[in-house]
């Protein structure tokens, strides 16, 4: 069973480019989650998706926009980017109806963006 | 917003002594779940608990519930080094979403 890939590891970005972060699910799960971990902080939660539908959303700005494809896999993509964005991504895959709460999550690596 | 607040923030003891750290929320929740975070890196879920449960255990882990007090905690005993992490408390808003507490950094000292 292949667990929650994400790539890259890392990136570098300046003020205003836009940036995609991806993220395979692990075998067999259907929803996956996006979350925001800002040094020190715990995790923010940016937007879900189910059966490639967003089924969910944080307060986070529309800049941040994802996709998923029909093998469940993710993009999260942050236009204009801005100092703030600088973090660690982190994304999540679980099984169920959408509804991650009800079940565990198993979260990948995290992307770690800085923005210059 | 963060739900969650976890309670110290950081904890140091001796390798086998007992560690608890504790969760508190603001709204009535679904489940509460802990999950834990070696150097920044994913998480890792730990015990999820639903609300009309009081406690819960796995392994070293042991979990309790207060629903009437919106309050949880973690307790781990006969910690070892590889328990050094941060830990977190994540609970459900009332827009369905998880939400996290900052955590609690617990270092274990050989």
């Known amino acids: 069973e292949t667990g929650v890939t994400q790539s890259p590891t890392h990136l570098i970005k300046t003020r205003g480019q836009q940036v995609t972060l991806r993220c395979s699910s692990q075998s067999g799960h259907n929803t996956v989650s996006w979350y925001q971990q800002a040094l020190g902080q715990g995790p923010q939660f940016i937007f879900q998706?189910?059966?490639?539908?967003?089924?969910g959303r944080g307060n986070f700005p529309p800049r941040f926009s994802g996709l998923q494809f029909p093998n469940y896999s993710s993009e999260l993509n942050v236009n204009a980017l801005e100092l703030d964005d600088s973090a660690l991504y982190l994304c999540?895959?679980?099984?169920?109806?959408?509804?991650?709460?009800?079940?565990?999550?198993?979260f990948g690596p995290g992307t770690r963006l800085t923005v210059l | 917003s963060q739900q969650g607040e976890e309670d110290p923030q950081a904890l140091s003891i001796q390798e086998g002594e007992n560690a608890t750290m504790n969760c508190s929320y603001k709204t009535s929740i679904n489940n509460l779940q802990w999950y834990r975070q070696n150097s920044g890196r994913g998480l890792v879920h730990l015990i999820l608990?639903?609300?009309n449960e009081r406690e819960k255990h796995s392994g070293r882990l042991r979990v309790t519930l207060d629903t009437s007090k919106k309050s949880s905690s973690l307790l781990i005993t006969a910690s070892r080094a590889a328990d050094t992490a941060s830990y977190f408390c994540a609970t459900l808003d009332s827009n369905y979403q998880l939400i996290w507490g900052a955590g609690t950094k617990l270092i274990i000292k050989p």
């Open positions: 998706y189910y059966r490639e539908e967003e089924n």
């Open positions: 999540a895959s679980s099984s169920g109806q959408g509804r991650s709460y009800y079940n565990e999550q198993f």
């Open positions: 608990i639903r609300s």
